[in-house]
């Protein structure tokens, strides 16, 4: 692909931004609850966790501390929340780089859409933090580096480098023709690349993304409704994009990205294998890899998570 390259003459100023909640917290579920048709979802251990928790997030920003130093500012952004540990003021000056970033700040002017219990509107609004670099580092609070990386692994001329792979829309494969959609995220990248006018789409995986604050807003300057739209909804809704699928797909149209075939990549999303294999892809499958992806961590049962919090917090000392 031909890439309209950009002036790198100058070392990139990178942010990182990372979206937290802690479900665990009785104030977040009262507040949801004037919100849920079905009130028994609060305690429904599939919906809860979307939301629930097991610290790991201070592992996350470790992990960029340590993993990313050249990062300028990291923004947590939460709903009225603060991490534990961020609370502990001899940690002051281990965690400078770090700012909370409230709902109220990246919605203003948007409030009325307020509160959002859906990543969705929130990753719309990410570009709307002040000060925010033009190039940032998108990252869920289940994402982790777990060895040295350079801005060249996410920046490359000034673009950002994307990691995953062509696939062809559900519509257009036999197979899944006659299965109920479901509201995923495949389901949203697959909407974010036919808004932007592509036949195929770009599936990224759970790594960390390489985002341009421009990109973003020079696009919803001009489709302010579709904006709108995609914030609407205080939970998750078959018509919302993901936003950074969005971005991809317009630096994809534009010839303004690379990609990579090499993830670098170790994710795991069940915990239901014997101990000794998470050991044995923990400490020696992860050998190449820069990035570690833990979706639904709380649901692993207690030695697992012990383990694998135990080797998160060697892999940050």
Not at 23 to 43: C, I, Q, S, W
Not at 55 to 68: G, L, V
Not at 229 to 239: G, P, S, T
């Amino acid at each position: 692909m031909e890439v309209n390259n950009v002036n790198n003459s100058e070392q990139l100023t990178i942010d990182a931004v990372i979206l937290w909640v802690n479900g665990n917290d009785e104030k977040h579920r009262t507040k949801m609850l004037p919100y849920l048709e079905n009130k028994a979802l609060v305690t429904s251990e599939k919906f809860r966790t979307k939301y629930d928790q097991v610290n790991e997030i201070k592992f996350t920003i470790d992990s960029i501390i340590k993993f990313a130093p050249y990062i300028r500012n990291v923004y947590l952004i939460t709903d009225n929340q603060i991490p534990q540990f961020l609370k502990d003021k001899t940690n002051t000056d281990a965690y400078n780089s770090v700012s909370i970033i409230d709902h109220s700040i990246i919605f203003k002017g948007y409030e009325e859409y307020l509160p959002a219990f859906n990543c969705r509107p929130i990753e719309t609004c990410m570009h709307r933090i002040p000060n925010l670099a033009e190039h940032f580092i998108y990252f869920n609070d289940d994402f982790f580096l777990i060895d040295k990386t350079e801005p060249e692994d996410f920046f490359k001329n000034g673009l950002p480098i994307l990691r995953g792979k062509w696939l062809k829309f559900d519509e257009d494969k036999l197979y899944k023709k006659f299965k109920k959609p479901r509201i995923g995220h495949k389901t949203a990248q697959q909407l974010a690349a036919k808004i932007v006018g592509l036949n195929t789409y770009y599936n990224f995986k759970h790594t960390p993304h390489p985002l341009r604050k421009s990109t973003f807003k020079e696009y919803f300057k001009k489709n302010e409704a579709l904006f709108l739209e995609n914030i609407k909804y205080r939970f998750r809704n078959a018509n919302q994009f993901t936003p950074q699928g969005l971005a991809n797909h317009l630096e994809i149209k534009n010839k303004t990205c690379y990609f990579k075939d090499d993830l670098q990549l170790m994710y795991f999303r069940s915990y239901k294998k014997p101990l000794y294999w998470y050991k044995f892809k923990l400490n020696l499958k992860s050998k190449g890899k820069l990035f570690l992806g833990l979706q639904g961590l709380d649901q692993s049962p207690p030695k697992i998570l012990d383990y694998i919090l135990g080797w998160l917090k060697e892999r940050m000392s």
